[in-house]
């Protein structure tokens, strides 16, 4: 079906019921690689369960750690979804072949690392702040059901804050383990400073495999700025310095030289 559409069709199709302010945030290609998991959740009632308030979203779409409403999801439905999508498309692919999948799968870091012995895992970090105030901008554009009010800001910095301070917290953790010998962290502002250095990082530490003959040197021309929609964390009333004593850890977040943040 998508082959008779054709990319250029099937992404129009897709872009025009979307707002869009959420358009000029995201990057809509539905056959390039997206987020793994967000399919499932979207199949959750994800449009309605914005509107339950911050704690029942943070309970249910929680991708930091496991509770008791998203356990099932997780363990249940999530893992042999996963699995099933996996064998397919390796087995499609051809032998020697390997799958890469991208996705906040935190809640479940421990139960993949254990299920697939041979897995290398490879973490982008951004300074925290910075990605939580983007997170926040990004969650008010979200779509929604047409019968409801766009989300309340204050809805919007509850949810962050509980979602994404334990996110940050729980990874710092997962990835300071003495037993985390498969994982490779790449920092957002070398990713941004050092694009051939780092993916040639990804491809040997990361895969451990050859990198490439060439490497990209540039990065595809993407707009970040303008953005209709872009408070800072001042202006939503949260309190930065204080966010980030909270989120000291075993993992410094320095800025590269020259890097940019945004």
């Not at 704690?55 to 997780?74: D, I, K, M, Q, Y």
């Not at 301070?165 to 920092?187: D, K």
């Not at 990198?211 to 990209?216: A, G, K, V």
């Amino acid at each position: 079906m998508f082959e008779r559409l054709g990319a250029s069709r099937l992404n129009g199709l897709l872009v025009g019921d979307l707002p869009a302010e959420f358009v000029a945030r995201h990057e809509i290609d539905v056959l390039r690689t997206d987020t793994f998991e967000v399919m499932m959740y979207s199949l959750q009632l994800g449009d309605l369960i914005h509107q339950s308030g911050a704690r029942p979203f943070a309970e249910t779409f929680c991708h930091s750690g496991l509770t008791a409403t998203n356990r099932a999801f997780w363990e249940d439905d999530f893992l042999p979804y996963l699995d099933r999508m996996g064998r397919k498309t390796l087995y499609r692919a051809g032998a020697g072949r390997r799958l890469l999948i991208k996705g906040h799968f935190l809640a479940v870091a421990t139960a993949l690392e254990a299920r697939y012995p041979d897995a290398r895992f490879v973490t982008m970090l951004r300074e925290p702040t910075q990605r939580i105030r983007s997170m926040m901008n990004y969650m008010y554009v979200q779509p929604s059901d047409l019968f409801f009010p766009p989300l309340s800001w204050d809805w919007v910095v509850e949810r962050g804050l509980l979602m994404e301070e334990a996110y940050c917290l729980n990874e710092q953790a997962w990835l300071s383990r003495p037993e985390a010998t498969r994982h490779t962290v790449v920092r957002f502002e070398e990713f941004v400073a050092d694009l051939p250095g780092t993916l040639n990082r990804v491809y040997t530490d990361g895969l451990s495999m050859a990198p490439p003959e060439t490497l990209p040197v540039v990065h595809a021309h993407r707009a970040r700025s303008g953005y209709a929609v872009d408070k800072t964390l001042v202006e939503l009333g949260v309190d930065v310095a204080a966010l980030k004593e909270r989120l000291a850890g075993p993992i410094e977040f320095q800025k590269a030289p020259g890097a940019k943040t945004r």
